[in-house]
């Protein structure tokens, strides 16, 4: 029996690793020219607003920062203004209306352009959350 994801990935050329902070920076030299994700549950943003921030300003280098940001569980976080990043559009989310769990956000560099593909962006609270661009 052959598995859809063996057959699916096998010459692919993606690569996605875990590094801790340290790590990561060191390796930022190979990243040059390359489209950067980043990816974080960050359990409310309104909340942890520095530490998400902190995190990301240690992990852009002299010549590197992600292009996208992708963050779930942002929690209800629409009436916070501090909210935003240099370099960077403004945040894009979709939040609950039922409550303050769930939700998603995008940053997305200023030097990208992007149209929101509502089309496509499903968000059923509860089920699935999502921001397509």
């Not at 530490?51 to 940001?69: P, Q, T, V, W, Y």
């Not at 039922?98 to 995008?106: E, F, I, N, Q």
Request: glycine share 6%; net charge negative; with cysteine.
């Amino acid at each position: 029996m052959i598995l859809w994801w063996e057959t699916t990935f096998k010459y692919s050329n993606i690569t996605c690793n875990y590094y801790e902070t340290e790590t990561f920076i060191s390796k930022q030299k190979d990243l040059h020219g390359s489209l950067s994700y980043f990816h974080l549950n960050c359990r409310g943003l309104s909340t942890n607003w520095h530490s998400f921030r902190n995190l990301i300003c240690d992990l852009h280098g002299e010549s590197f920062a992600f292009d996208i940001l992708g963050i779930t569980e942002i929690f209800k976080c629409v009436d916070d203004t501090r909210l935003s990043l240099p370099g960077y559009h403004p945040l894009i989310m979709r939040c609950r209306d039922d409550g303050a769990r769930g939700g998603v956000g995008l940053f997305i560099r200023e030097n990208i352009n992007f149209i929101i593909r509502e089309d496509i962006s499903v968000f059923t609270p509860h089920i699935f959350e999502s921001i397509f661009i």
